[in-house]
Structures are given as C-alpha cells and as structure tokens.
C-alpha cells in the first residue's frame, strides 16, 4: 500500500500499520506493507517513518500500490492521483471531504469502471462510523432525514457560547488556542466543512449525486451571545446543524440539504452533543431513530476510521471482492432553499404600546405563517411612567418579542420578516433563527 500525505492522520497511520503490523495483518488477510509515502519534503524526517519509504514522487508512487490511501488534501492533486490509481487497478481510501463533495460522481464512477473499492469513512465525522452505517447498514432501509453536528469547531464554540455567555469572538479566540479552529476559520465558521460533509452524507442517503454546490449553507458568524442567551431562556441550544431530508412537494419527491445554525429543545439528543465532539442523527423508516457520536477530529481518532478502511479494502483484494458500490441511481431533484419546511424564531426589538402585537401577528397571518407561541420581556431603555397618552405603556419603552411559528416554508418566513421589519412599531429584527429536531 502507498500513502500520500504524511501531516497529523497520515503520521498517524504509518505509525500504527508499524506498531500493530500482525494484528492488522490478521484481520486483513495478507500483510499490509507500506511501499511508499509521498510527501512534499522528503529530506525532512518523520516519527515512526522510515525514511527511505518517503518520496516527493507521488504519481510514480500510485502505480506500485494495489491499495492507495490518500490524506494529502485539496482538490488538486488529490482528484488526478486517485483517478490514476483506481485506471491502475488500486483500489483508494481517502478522507478528503472537499474532493468526494465536488467530484464524488467522477470518482464513484472511475471505481465502479475500474472495479476497486473507494472508501472514505474519515471524510465525515472523523472516527464516528456513519459512512458504512449509511451506505450498508441501512442498505435495506429508506432514510428519511440525517441531521448532524459534524464541524467539532463551530460546535466548539457555540458550547462555550452557551456555557460560558462568551461571545463569539471570544469563544473562536479559545478555539484557536486549543487548536480546533485554524488560524483562518472561514471553512469552519461559514460552513464550508459542514456542507462539503452534508453533500456526502445526502449523496449517500438519497442515493442521489449531491455536489457541494447545492447544499445551501449558513455560518454561524451572525450569532450573538444574546440569541444564545434567548435560545436558553427557551429551554433550547443553538447548534450549526447539517440537515439532509426528503421533502415532499408539487412536482414530487425531492431532498433539500442545509447547513445552518438552529435552535434544538435541550431534550434533542444532539443538544446534549458537547465541545469539540460530533454526532449525526439519522431517521429511518424502518429502523427508526438512530444517533452516531464521537470525535470528529485529531490524528488518531481519524487514523482509526482510515484504518477501518485500509483493513477492509485489503480483505476484499485478498478475496477477490468488493464492497458495495456507492449508488446515484434515485437522482432526486434538490429543491430550493425557498422550499425547506420548518419552524422559526424571530426576535424582535418593538415598541412597547397597545396594538403593536397585533399589527405584527397581522403580518404573520397575511402571509400564511401561523404563530406557535410569543414571549415578550422588557428591554433596557426608559421606563414606563403610565402618564396620559401613552394608552398605557411607558413613552418610549422597548420590548423584546420571540415569536416561535409553526412550520412554514422559507420563502413564506423571508417575505414575512421584511414585511414585519417595515412595520412602524418594529425597531429591528434581532435575530431569525430555524427551529429544529422535531
Ligand atoms: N475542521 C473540522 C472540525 C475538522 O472542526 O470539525 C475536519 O473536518
């Protein structure tokens, strides 16, 4: 076998296929021997490897090994090596989120054509085995729903947030010194990791080729330490969520997938989904309810679900096997965002006087949006006097309004929250926030 990629995970692994060689062997039924690892540096040495196996030629290293494990990164050269090594007969195992979630099709079709194994459990969640659950497990069932906290920074942050009070910045700025969050955050904090992980995860659900560019994305950098401090009061947690579903709509059945921040009722069982930890909540007709939780990050753990890998494809060459071909032949369409179904929040700063309420609920009616539930509490400001004229509340006094409705669609929400915004008596919209986890 060859690796490509030698920084935390690939170290990792070289380090354990030395270590626990008979054991894996064992399970493996042939010896795994490392022939290469291509890095950029080959002068520099790495813990646990010997250094002759250490090349900077990675095309000339895919064509010398039956099993290629790629964990270099990136789109490019990672797409080109692995369609080399599977035309060579190799069979891939890869954890490069970014590569399945934009060129997933090509390289399920190049393994299918080539007839070897492509797997890629490292590339969601880390360590949690969700990947063989989703594409064998639950191959006799149909999946309904997968809903996932699958970026352990963002989760990171959002806990400490909610624990501590802190802001977001603050929360981000201990992130980085823990090392979960980079030092450029954007993948993490705009969502780009999560939905890269929610275009496979749907991919594999929905039997139905999901590209990265459909799945509508969210970050969590518009969250306040207020909206987490109203989200608590509502007895719920504010998590970035991954959410692939089948929807039903007038021209059919579709999906939609979402990465967003949302509210989930602290008796979700995501809710409970602490730190830098990930989980992927997954209902199925038939199987009902299912939870996946562990760590989604770091070398080892991650080393775990690659060698989960390795094992496995090298038992299939030792049989002559394979294992179950990834399968896009349901096709479903991908429904706009506008279309998504669920519940909402909108905090509003108002003008605390008679018939505010109701000129809101007006709004909310006229656009079909009905109303679950509104909480209303004072906001800092000037105090009531309860002088003549001003029909009973206090000149000028503000009040914060959560109104929680029942589920609409989103395009029905937008239009109703930029029509609420103009009403006279609406200061500001302070936040909207998806409920999820029903
Ligand atoms: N940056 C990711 C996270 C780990 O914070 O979960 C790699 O996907």
Avoid: W
């Avoid at 399970?27 to 950029?40: E, S, T």
């Avoid at 990675?58 to 090994?65: E, K, S, Y």
């Avoid at 070398?299 to 038992?315: F, H, I, K, M």
């Amino acid at each position: 076998m060859a690796l490509l990629g030698c920084g935390v995970v690939g170290s990792e692994v070289a380090r354990a296929l030395t270590a626990n060689a008979q054991e894996l062997a064992a399970r493996a039924g042939a010896p795994l021997k490392l022939v290469g690892v291509a890095v950029r540096d080959a002068s520099r040495p790495r813990d646990g490897v010997d250094p002759s196996l250490l090349t900077t030629d990675a095309a000339g290293l895919v064509h010398r090994a039956d099993v290629v494990v790629e964990l270099v990164g990136g789109l490019e050269p990672a797409r080109a090596l692995l369609l080399d090594a599977m035309r060579a007969g190799a069979s891939v195992v890869t954890a490069n989120k970014a590569l399945l979630a934009e060129h997933g099709r090509e390289l399920h079709t190049a393994a299918a054509e080539r007839g070897v194994d492509l797997y890629f459990e490292a590339a969601v969640a880390g360590a949690i085995p969700i990947i063989r659950p989703l594409r064998e497990s639950l191959a006799g069932d149909r999946v309904e729903a997968v809903l996932g906290i699958v970026n352990g920074t963002t989760n990171y942050v959002l806990d400490q947030m909610d624990t501590g009070g802190a802001e977001l910045a603050d929360a981000l700025r201990a992130a980085q010194e823990l090392g979960y969050a980079e030092a450029d955050p954007t993948a993490d904090v705009e969502g780009y990791d999560a939905a890269a992980k929610a275009a496979i995860l749907a991919t594999l659900a929905f039997h139905t080729p999901v590209p990265a560019a459909d799945v509508h994305r969210e970050g969590i950098a518009g969250i306040t330490a207020a909206d987490v401090a109203a989200a608590r009061e509502a007895g719920s947690v504010i998590k970035l969520l991954a959410i692939c579903e089948r929807v039903q709509g007038p021209d059919g059945e579709g999906i939609q997938v979402r990465v967003h921040p949302a509210l989930l009722s602290r008796d979700h069982p995501l809710a409970g989904v602490r730190g830098a930890f990930n989980a992927v909540f997954v209902k199925a007709a038939a199987a009902g309810r299912l939870m996946f939780y562990g760590q989604g990050a770091g070398g080892v753990p991650t080393a775990s679900a690659v060698l989960g890998d390795v094992v496995t494809v090298a038992r299939h060459r030792v049989d002559s096997g394979l294992g179950p071909r990834v399968l896009e032949h349901a096709d479903l369409p991908v429904r706009p965002m506008g279309q998504a179904r669920t519940r909402y929040q909108v905090r509003l700063d108002v003008a605390d006087r008679p018939g505010v309420l109701a000129a809101i609920a007006q709004v909310f009616a006229e656009h079909g949006v009905s109303i679950e539930t509104v909480r209303q509490s004072a906001l800092p400001g000037p105090q009531a006097g309860g002088g003549a004229g001003d029909g009973g509340g206090g000149a000028g006094r503000t009040a914060s309004l959560v109104v929680v409705t029942h589920t609409a669609t989103d395009a029905a929400l937008a239009a109703t929250v930029a029509a609420v915004a103009e009403v006279d008596a609406v200061a500001a919209v302070a936040s909207v926030l998806r409920v999820e986890g029903d």
